[in-house]
C-alpha cells in the first residue's frame, strides 16, 4: 500500500494538502480524483485503464438505471453480474487452475491472472453505487469526477473503508474542511501509522523465526497463534484508521470501521465490530440474497456458512480458507441458535474461547497452505511429530514481550478509558491538551524512522 511509504508521506501528500487548501472549495473534487488517479498509476501502472474503464462503465449503468426506471432491474442485474464476474475471475481463477493443474493433472492453460490491488474495492464500490442509485439511495451523478473519487479516492483506494452510497453522495458536492475534522484525522493517521508499521511490523517479524525453526512445543505454537492474531489485527486496524484519518483530513465524514472488536464476548460481537462497512456490504450482497426474504434456521444457518466461506476465499483462495470460513459459519449458526444465553452467562469463558477461536483462525488465514497451518493446529494441542524447545520459547516470549504486552492491553477499552478520566477534569484536560501533540508527534517521528528502516505494511499478498 502506497500510502505505508516515505514517498507518499513526505512527498505526494504534503503537495497535495498545499494545493487543496489552495484551491477554491468547488475546485477540489477535480484535485482529489486526478491525484487518486495519478497515485493509482503510479503504483500500478497500465491497470490505471482497467480502473477507469470500471470507473466509467460504473458511470453509465448509474445513469441508465437512474433514467429508466422501468428497466432498472434489468440494468441493474447486468451490472452486477459483469462486476461480480470480473472480481471472481480476476480473484479466483488463476489459483482455480493451478490447483486442478496441480492436484488432478487436467491439461488447463495458466492463466496468470491477479486482481490489481484496489480493483477489488473499486468494483464492491460501483455496486454499492448502482445499487443505491437503483433504490432511491441518491442520485446518479451525470459529472464522472464525484464517481471517480466514490469509487477510487486514494484515501481509500487500496484498502477501503468501503463507503456507503447513501452516506457519501451529500457530502459529495461540498465537504468544507474543518479544523476539529482535520486535527482528528491526523490523530487518527498517526495512531493507524504507529499501528502498522511500529506494531503489526514488529509482530510481523516473528512469523519468519517460527517457519525457520524445528520447535514445534504447545507453548510455542500458541505464541504463534497470539502473534498473528495481533499482527492481523494492528495491520488492518492501522490500515483502516489511515484511511479514515486522511478522509477526515480531507472535510469527509468517514464511517467507523472497527470498535475494539477484541474485547468482544462472543465470534458473532467480535464480527460485527470488525470491518464493519465490508460486513455489512457482505451482508447486504450475499447474505440476504441467500437467505431469502422467509429463509427459517436451516436456510439461514447454510447461507451464514456459505457467506462464510466466501469471506475466507475474498481473503485468499486456499483450502485453509475454505476451512477458515466453514469454521467461521459453524461457530457463528451455533452462537445464534444455541450457545448465546450460555455465553451471556459466562462471559470469562466466553471472552477465553473468542481468543483462542480467533488464534486457531488466525493460523488458518497466514498459512500458506492447509498442510502448513495444519501442522502449527496439530502443535497447539500436541500433536505435532516435530520437537519441543523449550528455551527458544522461554527467549522469544521474552524477547517480544514488550510488544505482546502493548498489542494486548492497546486491543482492550483500557487506554480509552484511562484517556477518558484524565480529561475528565479541568486539570486533566489542560494536561492531555499538552500531552495529546507531544504523543501524535512521537507516534510520527517513531513510524517515520520505522519507515526508513523499511517497515510496513504486509498485508499485500493477500490482494487487498
Known amino acids: 500500500m502506497y500510502s505505508f511509504s516515505l514517498p507518499f508521506f513526505y512527498g505526494f501528500l504534503p503537495v497535495f494538502l498545499i494545493l487543496y487548501l489552495l484551491l477554491p472549495a468547488r475546485g477540489r473534487n477535480g484535485l482529489l480524483a486526478a491525484g487518486s488517479l495519478l497515485l493509482y498509476g503510479w503504483v500500478q501502472g497500465g491497470w490505471l485503464l482497467l480502473l477507469v474503464a470500471v470507473v466509467a462503465v460504473t458511470w453509465l449503468f448509474g445513469l441508465l438505471v437512474d433514467r429508466f426506471r422501468r428497466a432498472a432491474r434489468g440494468f441493474l442485474a447486468v451490472y452486477l453480474t459483469a462486476a461480480f464476474g470480473l472480481l471472481a475471475a480476476m480473484k479466483w481463477l488463476d489459483p482455480l487452475f493451478r490447483s486442478l493443474r496441480r492436484d488432478l493433472g487436467l491439461p488447463l ?80 493517521m498517526a495512531v ?39 499482527w492481523l489485527y494492528y495491520e488492518v486496524s492501522g490500515m483502516m484508521d489511515l484511511a479514515v484519518g486522511l478522509g477526515e483530513l480531507l472535510g469527509f465524514q468517514m464511517p467507523e470501521v472497527f470498535a475494539r472488536p477484541l474485547s468482544a464476548g462472543t465470534l458473532t460481537g467480535f464480527w460485527r465490530r470488525t470491518l464493519i462497512p465490508m460486513g455489512k456490504w457482505f451482508y447486504r450482497f450475499l447474505y440476504l440474497p441467500l437467505r431469502g426474504r422467509t429463509g427459517g434456521r436451516v436456510r439461514q444457518a447454510l447461507a451464514l456458512t456459505a457467506v462464510w466461506v466466501l469471506v475466507g476465499l475474498w ?51 497466514t498459512g500458506p497452505d492447509l498442510a502448513a497451518a495444519g501442522e502449527v493446529l496439530g502443535g497447539m494441542i500436541g500433536c505435532s511429530a516435530a520437537q519441543s524447545i523449550p528455551a527458544e520459547t522461554a527467549y522469544y516470549s521474552a524477547s517480544f514481550f514488550v510488544v505482546l504486552a502493548l498489542g494486548v492491553v492497546g486491543a482492550t477499552p483500557l487506554p480509552a478509558f484511562l484517556w477518558g478520566k484524565l480529561s475528565a477534569s479541568p486539570r486533566g484536560r489542560t494536561v492531555a491538551a499538552v500531552l495529546e501533540p507531544v504523543l501524535v508527534l512521537g507516534l510520527l517521528l517513531v513510524s517515520t524512522g520505522y519507515l526508513v528502516d523499511g517497515g510496513g505494511g504486509a498485508l499485500l499478498r493477500y490482494g487487498w
Open 109 to 188: 492453460p495458466l492463466v496468470e491472472l491477479a486482481l490489481p490491488l484496489g480493483l477489488g474495492i473499486c468494483l464492491m464500490q460501483g455496486m454499492a453505487y448502482v445499487t443505491g442509485v437503483y433504490r432511491g439511495e441518491g442520485p446518479a451523478k451525470k459529472e464522472p469526477v464525484t464517481l471517480v473519487i466514490f469509487l477510487a479516492g486514494f484515501p481509500w483506494q487500496m484498502a477501503g473503508p468501503l463507503l456507503s452510497w447513501k452516506d457519501f453522495a451529500p457530502q459529495s458536492a461540498r465537504h468544507p474542511l474543518a479544523l476539529s475534522r482535520s486535527a482528528r484525522g491526523v490523530r487518527r
Open 192 to 230: 493507524g501509522l504507529g499501528k502498522t508499521v511500529v506494531l503489526a511490523g514488529t509482530l510481523a517479524l516473528f512469523p519468519p523465526i517460527f517457519a525457520a525453526s524445528q520447535n514445534r512445543g504447545v507453548l510455542f505454537c500458541w505464541l504463534y497463534g497470539l502473534m498473528v492474531l495481533l
Open 315 to 365: 481473503w485468499s483462495p486456499g483450502w485453509n480458507l475454505v476451512i477458515f470460513g466453514l469454521i467461521n459459519g459453524l461457530l457463528v449458526v451455533l452462537e445464534r441458535f444455541w450457545l448465546g444465553p450460555f455465553l451471556g452467562r459466562h462471559p470469562v469463558v466466553a471472552r477465553l474461547g473468542l481468543w483462542v477461536v480467533l488464534c486457531v483462525q488466525a493460523v488458518l488465514l
